[in-house]
């Protein structure tokens, strides 16, 4: 019998290369409120906030850029870290809830400067509720709040508190940032409740300026899509081994 461990590591396997090749039937396109805000170019610094709905659909589109990403410890959790591992991002265990304040420790001994991925209204919802511990683990870590949304013409939802999004073969997707949000370190209560609101607002401008973006485009707009899902790091060439001097 397989033990618990190595199975969610099968698992995690199996649906990371499933997502890979998955993905690749779509047509998504990538819309950003500042391009210099991309992971998939190299961009840092950044605390990317998705609802938990478009996990599935992140997962993948935000494959081997090397983003630290906060997952649950829950039964759940150890699924979906062993998939994000097989899609090259680094989990740590924890939320930004109750028992949070370990993992905020670990996020800001471990990343630095890098990026970091979360899902403010998760792990168990309400749907579309952004906590405010993502605004606290901003101001504590000094990277800047990024809203990540995506819109879908043609996408299956899972009968789950948070209606996964899965979109069908070969829909239209569009993946919007918005703009940077940055958080004070020593930014009081009061202050946090205003940075919460501002986020909060984010989520609902940026999701429906990529519904305008995705009815454009069905109505004939052209936009830009995405042919190679590698992020531009891993497309560079691994450098050469140095030649040995002989003796």
Not at 186 to 213: F, R, V, W
């Amino acid at each position: 019998m397989l033990s618990k461990e190595r199975t969610a590591n099968m698992i995690g396997w199996a649906v990371a290369s499933y997502g890979r090749a998955w993905i690749r039937t779509l047509k998504v396109h990538h819309s950003l409120a500042n391009e210099l805000d991309n992971p998939r170019t190299g961009a840092k610094g950044g605390l990317y906030c998705l609802w938990h709905e478009d996990l599935l659909m992140m997962s993948v589109f935000f494959a081997d850029c090397g983003i630290h990403t906060l997952i649950s410890k829950s039964t759940d959790g150890d699924y979906v870290t062993r998939m994000v591992d097989h899609l090259g991002f680094q989990a740590i265990r924890g939320s930004t809830g109750r028992g949070g304040l370990r993992a905020v420790r670990e996020i800001i001994r471990t990343i630095g400067h890098a990026n970091l991925a979360i899902t403010p209204d998760g792990p168990r919802g309400p749907r579309r509720e952004f906590q405010e511990g993502a605004v606290y683990l901003a101001s504590r870590t000094g990277l800047d709040l990024i809203p990540v949304v995506a819109a879908y013409d043609n996408v299956w939802r899972f009968r789950s508190w948070d209606k996964m999004a899965w979109p069908r073969f070969r829909s239209r997707v569009v993946v919007r940032f918005g703009n940077r949000i940055r958080v004070p370190g020593d930014a009081g209560s009061a202050d946090l409740k205003e940075y919460h609101q501002t986020i909060s607002a984010s989520m609902t401008a940026e999701e429906e300026c990529a519904k305008d973006i995705l009815a454009d485009w069905k109505k004939g707009a052209k936009v830009e899509i995405i042919r190679d899902f590698r992020p531009e790091v891993a497309k560079q060439p691994k450098p050469a081994p140095a030649l040995q001097k002989s003796a």
